[in-house]
């Protein structure tokens, strides 16, 4: 089975190098860390790279070791979590990918293009994160503390705070788990989701002010600019979840928040929906992808083209 070769691949190779999604969530992190933590005991060179981590995961073991840039030229294993293609990590890590001796991946998003040498794959899976511990589980690690915590981060953030659609009993198994080993769930529910810097709020009381409703109010739409970020000095994951403040809108069937990344036309558009469309359908015809009730895409056009096509697109889903 392809988890016994992953545990031969660890056991058997010395340097490693992990990698997530690009604008890395709580599931990213969790994912890259549980990894990371897991093979460092088992005395593995390796690193983490990720860039625009949020600080609100610092409280994570190992987070203060996450590099921006790999410091090896190469790896002898590349891994990739929390990812559907790894072209969906930064641009600059895929020669470190392309270069690596052996590749393992770790995913949970549909459309996933099997990208690896190894690849554990479960669409059905709510988080990244359940996949690894399910796998750490069948291939004989049992996760220690700091572990769990990295696995429940993930968890919880990637269910929405065990809600999302998805959610199954192993949520809840895997959670009990984490509770039992002494993880201070209360801690880090706060900590990877309700605590919010105050720039996010400023960032928010924005987005709310502009909501437009479209479709019978069935369409949520708003946005922020790179303006409005230099103005109000956001850190990375202020734009995380703003989405959901249309999805949670009584009436709204899909959510769309869109935000600018670099000044001059490169946009993220961020997508949810409560109970019938797919937007991960939506966002592939962008380019982008993710997950049946939550997707993203990054859209090279101006601001009024972008939102026009995502709201025509959203329209033609809506019964
Ligand atoms: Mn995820």
Same mark, same amino acid.
């Given at each position: 089975?392809?988890?016994?070769?992953?545990? &031969?691949?660890?056991?058997?190779?010395?340097?490693?190098?992990?990698?997530?999604?690009?604008?890395?969530?709580?599931?990213?992190?969790?994912?890259?860390?549980?990894?990371? &933590?897991?093979?460092?005991?088992?005395?593995?060179?390796?690193?983490?790279?990720?860039?625009?981590?949020?600080?609100?995961?610092?409280?994570?073991? /190992?987070?203060?070791?996450?590099?921006?840039?790999?410091?090896?030229?190469?790896?002898?294993?590349?891994?990739?979590?929390?990812?559907?293609?790894?072209?969906?990590?930064?641009?600059?890590?895929?020669?470190?990918?392309?270069?690596?001796?052996?590749?393992?991946?770790?995913?949970?998003?549909?459309?996933?293009?099997?990208?690896?040498?190894?690849?554990?794959?479960?669409?059905?899976?709510?988080?990244?994160?359940?996949?690894?511990?399910?796998?750490?589980?069948?291939?004989?690690?049992?996760?220690?503390?700091?572990?769990?915590?990295?696995?429940?981060?993930?968890?919880?953030?990637?269910?929405?705070?065990?809600?999302?659609?998805?959610?199954?009993?192993?949520?809840?198994?895997?959670?009990?788990?984490?509770?039992?080993? /002494?993880?201070?769930?209360?801690?880090?529910?706060?900590?990877?989701?309700?605590?919010?810097?105050?720039?996010?709020?400023?960032?928010?009381?924005?987005?709310?002010?502009?909501?437009?409703?479209?479709?019978?109010?069935?369409?949520?739409?708003?946005?922020? +600019?790179?303006?409005?970020?230099?103005?109000?000095?956001?850190?990375? /994951?202020?734009?995380?979840?703003?989405?959901?403040?249309?999805?949670?809108?009584?009436?709204?069937?899909?959510?769309?928040?869109?935000?600018?990344?670099?000044? /001059?036309?490169?946009?993220?558009?961020?997508?949810?929906?409560?109970?019938?469309?797919?937007?991960?359908?939506?966002?592939?015809?962008?380019?982008?992808?993710?997950?049946?009730?939550?997707?993203?895409?990054?859209?090279?056009?101006?601001?009024?083209?972008?939102?026009?096509? +995502?709201?025509?697109?959203?329209?033609?889903?809506?019964?």
């Amino acid at each position: 089975m392809t988890l016994d070769d992953i545990k &031969n691949t660890f056991e058997n190779n010395n340097t490693f190098i992990v990698f997530a999604h690009v604008t890395p969530d709580g599931d990213a992190v969790g994912s890259g860390l549980a990894v990371y &933590n897991l093979l460092k005991d088992l005395g593995k060179e390796l690193e983490f790279a990720a860039k625009d981590v949020p600080a609100n995961f610092e409280y994570l073991k /190992g987070f203060d070791s996450i590099v921006e840039m790999p410091s090896k030229d190469k790896y002898d294993v590349a891994i990739v979590v929390d990812c559907p293609d790894y072209k969906r990590i930064r641009e600059v890590y895929w020669p470190y990918f392309e270069n690596a001796k052996t590749t393992i991946e770790f995913d949970h998003h549909t459309k996933n293009t099997m990208f690896a040498d190894y690849c554990i794959v479960d669409q059905a899976c709510p988080a990244c994160c359940q996949i690894l511990s399910s796998s750490f589980d069948y291939m004989g690690y049992e996760a220690t503390k700091a572990i769990a915590e990295c696995l429940l981060t993930g968890v919880i953030t990637d269910t929405g705070g065990f809600k999302n659609e998805g959610t199954n009993m192993e949520t809840f198994e895997l959670a009990g788990w984490c509770v039992n080993k /002494g993880v201070n769930l209360t801690k880090i529910y706060k900590d990877s989701m309700t605590t919010i810097t105050r720039t996010k709020f400023e960032e928010e009381k924005i987005a709310m002010d502009r909501m437009e409703f479209f479709a019978d109010g069935k369409i949520a739409f708003t946005y922020i +600019l790179k303006a409005d970020d230099d103005k109000i000095k956001t850190v990375p /994951g202020d734009h995380d979840g703003i989405v959901e403040i249309g999805r949670n809108i009584k009436g709204v069937e899909i959510s769309i928040f869109l935000y600018e990344r670099e000044e /001059g036309g490169t946009y993220k558009a961020s997508l949810r929906s409560n109970e019938y469309v797919d937007v991960s359908e939506i966002c592939l015809l962008f380019g982008g992808g993710g997950h049946v009730r939550a997707a993203g895409a990054t859209m090279k056009m101006s601001f009024e083209d972008a939102k026009k096509a +995502l709201i025509n697109e959203a329209i033609k889903n809506i019964k």
